[in-house]
């Protein structure tokens, strides 16, 4: 069965200080890969999605970058870490169009700017 | 520019009183309409996929239907293991994924 790995899942980071969140996925092969972020009590904002290796697509303009250096590992990125960088953050992976099952999440990183 | 939005923001329910949660959608070409649970501090869960117009599918208390307008999730006798946020997904013909902001839904017992 296919799972889905996001660590850590808490983090305490100081403005201007770097940032990197894993996700990585098993049992499945060249998923698409998303990283979305949740602010309190709202919906969720698509951040940057991943087609295959070495491809990402950015939804909105920011302080973050993603890279996927293998077939099933996402990574969310960033150089200098800004208080309005800080929420709720979840990877995805979907085989959409292979299963019925939509996106599948990982358990979310909460990440407080300090 | 797709839209999903979700109705009511919050819904507080006594334990055993039915309810229904409404998610309206206006996307370019519906392939499928999701429904997760999130629980707070987690990620969704999924719960139902929804095709095509007057489509039912049913889980334990609740059920999810759709027209071509919206979706509804009714919920038959809540406990309150129920209490959870529900978020609507819709997914376009370009395959990408729009969310609504959630119904937060606070059963008591």
């Known amino acids: 069965s296919q799972t889905i790995h996001q660590w850590p899942a808490t983090l305490v980071q100081p403005v201007g200080s770097p940032l990197s969140l894993e996700c990585t996925v098993e049992?499945?092969?060249?998923?698409?890969l998303y990283w979305y972020r949740q602010a309190a009590g709202r919906g969720l904002q698509l951040l940057f999605y991943?087609?295959?290796?070495?491809?990402i697509s950015s939804e909105v303009p920011q302080n973050l970058s993603a890279s996927r250096p293998q077939d099933r590992q996402f990574i969310l990125s960033s150089k200098k870490l800004l208080l309005s960088d800080s929420g709720f953050y979840l990877c995805?992976?979907?085989?959409?169009?292979?299963?019925?099952?939509?996106?599948?999440f990982g358990s979310g990183t909460r990440l407080t700017v300090v | 520019e797709d839209q999903v939005t979700q109705s009511p923001e919050a819904l507080r329910l006594q334990e055993g009183e039915s309810s229904s949660l409404n998610c309206s959608y206006t996307?370019?070409?519906?392939?499928?309409l999701f429904w997760y649970r999130q629980d707070p501090g987690k990620g969704p869960e999924f719960l139902f996929t929804?095709?095509?117009a007057g489509e039912e599918k049913e889980k334990e208390r609740l059920k999810a239907t759709l027209t071509k307008k919206e979706s509804f999730l009714h919920i038959t006798a809540p406990k309150p293991e129920d209490s959870a946020t529900y978020l609507c997904?819709?997914?376009?013909?370009?395959?990408?994924?729009?969310f609504g902001g959630g119904t937060r839904l606070m059963v008591k017992p």
């Open positions: 995805a992976w979907s085989d959409w169009g292979r299963s019925s099952y939509g996106y599948t």
């Open positions: 049992g499945t092969s060249n998923p698409n």
């Open positions: 991943s087609v295959g290796i070495g491809q």
């Open positions: 996307v370019s070409g519906l392939r499928g």
């Open positions: 929804l095709y095509s």
């Open positions: 997904a819709a997914i376009n013909a370009g395959n990408m994924l729009t």
